[in-house]
Nanobody
């Protein structure tokens, strides 16, 4: 079984910073794309940032210049460094990964349980 476990959420004042981490564990042969999504109360889940196995990253316009996604493949971990946080960044942040559990199987999609980020004004 593969699990994604997020950490690093919390309460922060506007203008502050937080660093989210997400570690994949279990039966893992290789990891392709990894990403962070978020869902604000009453809104749909939206893509925040992505990173490929080749290290190519992309992020939503709303967080460009403020959030940075990175990954450590040796640790099966993806990070989201968030700076200059705004109240509208508040929401539950979810980790997502495309993982191949073993060499004989295809890639599957996995989600973490989510971590709450609250930015006060």
């Amino acid at each position: 079984q593969v699990q994604l476990v997020e950490s690093g959420g919390g309460l922060v004042q506007a203008g502050g910073s937080l660093r989210l981490s997400c570690e994949a564990s279990g039966s893992i042969f290789s990891i392709s794309a990894m990403a962070w999504y978020r869902q604000a109360p009453g809104k749909q889940r939206e893509l925040v940032a992505t990173t490929t196995s080749g290290g190519i990253t992309n992020s939503a316009d709303s967080v460009k210049g403020r959030f940075t996604i990175s990954r450590d493949d040796a640790k099966n971990t993806v990070y989201l460094q968030m700076t200059s946080l705004k109240p509208e960044d508040t929401g539950v942040y979810y980790c997502y990964a495309v993982i191949r559990p073993d060499s004989s199987r295809a890639y599957f999609h996995y989600w973490g349980q989510g971590t709450q980020v609250t930015v006060s004004s």
